[in-house]
């Protein structure tokens, strides 16, 4: 089906060759020369206000979208998005919210591909990329997505559960034009299939194949021979079936790639005595434009020496699978002053985050994951490593750091130290843990952070926390959009404080918190600039979770119980969200639509 | 299987290092902080055999080094806390892996010693994956092999330090800490490693009551 704008063009020129030609209206002329500025256009905020200046606007604003974003899956039909925007060549669809990876949220409660991919199929023949994020997608999605979109060339799949690797094998073999697939997280079913060896024969595109979440094993010739078919491969994450062997044959073949992740990096079950092990420092030495590595999923730490050439020019380097001590990881960091982005897990202890504190001087983005994610474990990172990483990498933006003894005084030279902090997630796993030092709660930390840290976006609290840390937030958190709490608050107070000082505020998540019908209510005024709130395990009741369904129509309001839960009017979680639809009819029996 | 009874290492509380949670521990979690190999007296006793941890729980006094000898409570887990991905909690689960040679065979292997929860399953593993070599059990005479040969094997590893040593010199906890991969060696080659281990194998035979 050719482009509309291609006929047009077609028969202007034609109109040229024959006489023909017919000047356009000055209208035309407008809303042509405006279609033409706008494809300049990619922010979607941008857009999103053009579309508001008058109709004209608005329609040559949706002609010349491309990329259509859609933050929650249940906002807007497929239908409306289609009918609006008519010429779409990149789509991005988030699901479920995000406490659905703690297993917060029952299965089977939704965000299915099923109806956009249909709906999709007959309207963007020019579809190329696809981007989802907590959504449900099946094997049979993706055969239609495969067989529908001629020059589909992006596929990216964050967080998603429900297809298998038969659903990969109909991508691999189907679109040709394949640039990308990226599975990021995701539950891959073992369908026993090898999709590897389904890509073309002749050659492919890829640029860029990353698998490592994928828990089975894959055929190693047949990717050896994809990698070496694959003249354009810049990225490759491999999943932990990928011995350090046979890591060793891919790089030799891709000396190109930018992005590795490493696999197992550990030796396969039985080695050969007798044979030397490769040279995996040459093989890393050739990989001159190396700048991302990760992977490490069984690490055999006496490898690690074989990275050290290519650290110096690493941006970015995931250790968060690796089990290494403060000794290895030093090994490591002390080359590595080119460092963005550092994840990493807490068996490297506050000596090791002082070491990164040491060289990383362009830290952007640090993640201190906890090898033991339980409540009583014994944590081995703490505010020292925390008040080490604000005095060595004053360039943060970004932090995510589990822990379980923190201090008021850490996190308030973190808000001095690193006033460019745009997301500050700090995780005390045991619940209602004050400040270490002076059994204080941890309030005045948090505050600090609200308040000198001027550009912060996303917070997440924790720790014991009264209401005065929630009237910090929302006296000086003026561009907040993103808030995750957790067992924090002693009052209603608390969440007014939020809801009535946080004017960005979009996505908010709270559980276990002291919050109740009549703090539900105070947020009346903002719901509908929100994408959601969820709320589990507060003090919510059913009739005041009803009482905001009635007064807002535009909201669509779900209350969900446990599968267990036998009281049907009793309910764990509230999830509301805006939508210019009418509530969903996928919903499953335990969700109540009020 | 007996539980180990052993002190926590105070390299595995500063290292936080996860507990088996089936394991007994004298004393709470970090309650020692001497920072250094514990002494021969820390280790005699408190060792590893498995069928001789009857005596030691009908013997508490011995073991009453740091007093309290009830592991602390549990808490119970609250579902989705800390808010950490399963993909994370379970591929990321704590493994260790080491190499392991034997003099002579053409082949490694590789094992997880947190897979084992004593130095008995790590052994008996080793005996499965290795059967046609006789791996010297000399922490349980019972289950010496009879030597191929006139020679037996003789289970070694390399320390952080990169000294070899004897498998069961130290805790069991301590070695997984610190072992950076195993060696089956020829006892012949074995004589001279860590003697002391050898004279707390003939002390502690001795007042074993098999």
């Known amino acids: ?594 | 299987m007996s539980p180990q009874l052993a002190k926590p290492s105070p390299e595995s509380s500063s290292a936080g290092l996860h507990f088996n949670d089936t394991e007994l521990t004298l004393g709470l979690p970090g309650a020692t902080k001497s920072g250094t190999k514990r002494g021969f007296s820390d280790t005699v006793d408190l060792n590893l055999r498995g069928p001789c941890n009857t005596d030691h729980a009908s013997n508490p006094s011995e073991n009453d080094v740091s007093g309290d000898s009830k592991p602390p409570p549990a808490k119970t887990q609250i579902v989705g806390w800390p808010p950490v991905k399963a993909s994370r909690k379970n591929v990321a689960k704590i493994s260790k892996y080491v190499k392991v040679a034997v003099d002579g065979a053409p082949y490694l292997r590789k094992v997880d010693l947190e897979m084992y929860g004593s130095y008995q399953q790590l052994l008996g593993s080793l005996e499965d994956m290795f059967s046609c070599f006789p791996i010297r059990n000399y922490l349980n005479e019972r289950k010496l092999m009879d030597p191929v040969k006139g020679s037996d094997y003789m289970p070694t590893y390399e320390d952080r330090d990169g000294d070899w040593m004897l498998v069961g010199d130290v805790p069991w906890k301590m070695f997984v800490e610190s072992c950076k991969r195993l060696r089956l060696m020829k006892s012949t080659e074995a004589i001279g490693l860590a003697p002391r281990a050898s004279q707390k194998c003939t002390s502690t035979s001795g007042s074993k009551s098999l």
């Open chain 1, 1 to 594: 089906m050719p482009e509309p704008e291609v006929d047009t063009r077609r028969r202007e020129i034609a109109g040229v060759l024959t006489g023909e030609f017919q000047s356009p209206s000055p209208d035309q002329v407008l809303e042509n020369v405006l279609e033409n500025v706008l494809l300049f256009l990619t922010s979607r905020r941008d857009r999103n206000a053009v579309s508001l200046v008058c109709k004209s606007w608005y329609r040559a604003e949706a002609l010349t979208r491309s990329d259509l974003f859609i933050g929650n899956c249940y906002a807007v039909s497929p239908r409306r998005a289609i009918e609006r925007f008519r010429r779409v060549r990149s789509v991005v669809l988030k699901g479920k919210p995000r406490f659905a990876d703690f297993n917060l949220m029952p299965p089977n409660w939704g965000a299915y591909f099923t109806p956009w991919v249909t709906a999709m199929a007959t309207s963007y023949p020019w579809l190329e990329k696809v981007y989802l994020k907590r959504m449900f997608v099946t094997d049979r999605d993706l055969e239609l997505l495969a067989q529908s979109f001629p020059a589909f060339k992006e596929l990216v799949l964050v967080c998603c559960d429900g297809f298998g690797t038969s659903g990969l094998a109909g991508i691999a073999s189907k679109c040709r034009q394949l640039r990308v697939l990226d599975l990021i997280e995701d539950e891959v079913a073992d369908d026993e299939v090898d999709w590897i060896s389904c890509f073309p024969e002749s050659g492919t595109c890829l640029e860029s194949l990353i698998f490592d979440c994928i828990e089975c094993p894959i055929n190693f010739e047949a990717l050896e021979r994809l990698v070496a078919r694959s003249p354009s491969l810049r990225k490759l994450r491999l999943n932990r079936y990928v011995s350090i062997g046979q890591l060793y044959r891919l790089m030799i073949r891709a000396p190109q790639l930018t992005h590795l992740g490493s696999g197992s990096f550990s030796s396969s079950d039985i080695v050969a005595q007798g044979d030397q092990e490769p040279d995996y420092i040459s093989a890393f030495a050739a990989c001159r434009s190396l700048v991302c590595l990760s992977g490490f999923r069984e690490i055999i730490p006496d490898y690690l020496p074989a990275i050290y050439p290519v650290c110096a020019n690493l941006t970015s380097l995931n250790f968060s699978y690796a089990n290494i001590n403060t000794e290895q990881l030093k090994s490591v960091i002390c080359h590595c002053h080119k460092l963005q982005i550092f994840w990493v897990l807490d068996s490297v202890c506050d000596e090791g985050l002082q070491a990164v504190a040491a060289t990383c001087k362009e830290l952007r983005e640090l993640r201190v994951f906890p090898i033991d994610a339980r409540e009583d474990s014994e944590g081995p990172v703490s505010e020292v490593g925390l008040q080490a990483i604000s005095e060595g990498c004053r360039k943060l933006q970004s932090i995510l750091y589990f822990c379980q003894r923190m201090t008021n005084a850490a996190v308030i030279a973190m808000s001095k130290n690193c006033s460019d902090l745009v997301v500050f997630r700090l995780c005390i796993m045991g619940r209602h843990r004050p400040d270490h030092i002076t059994g204080e709660p941890m309030d005045e930390g948090f505050g600090a952070i609200v308040m000198n840290c001027k550009k912060l976006t996303r917070l997440a609290i924790s720790g014991l926390l009264t209401d005065k840390a929630f009237s910090y937030i929302g006296k000086y958190g003026k561009l907040v959009r993103t808030l995750s709490v957790a067992f924090a608050g002693d009052s209603d107070m608390g969440l007014k404080y939020v809801l009535e000082g946080c004017p960005k505020l979009q996505k908010l998540e709270i559980r276990d918190s002291p919050f109740g019908d009549a703090a539900l209510r105070s947020g009346l005024h903002h719901y509908y600039n929100m994408r959601f709130l969820w709320m589990s395990s507060c003090r919510l009741s059913r009739q005041g979770c009803e009482e905001i369904a009635r007064a807002m129509p535009g909201l669509v309001v779900e209350v969900i119980r446990n599968e267990n839960e036998e009281d049907k009017d009793g309910f764990e979680i509230l999830y509301m969200y805006r939508s210019l639809e009418r509530p969903r009819i996928d919903a499953p029996e335990f969700v109540t639509i009020l």
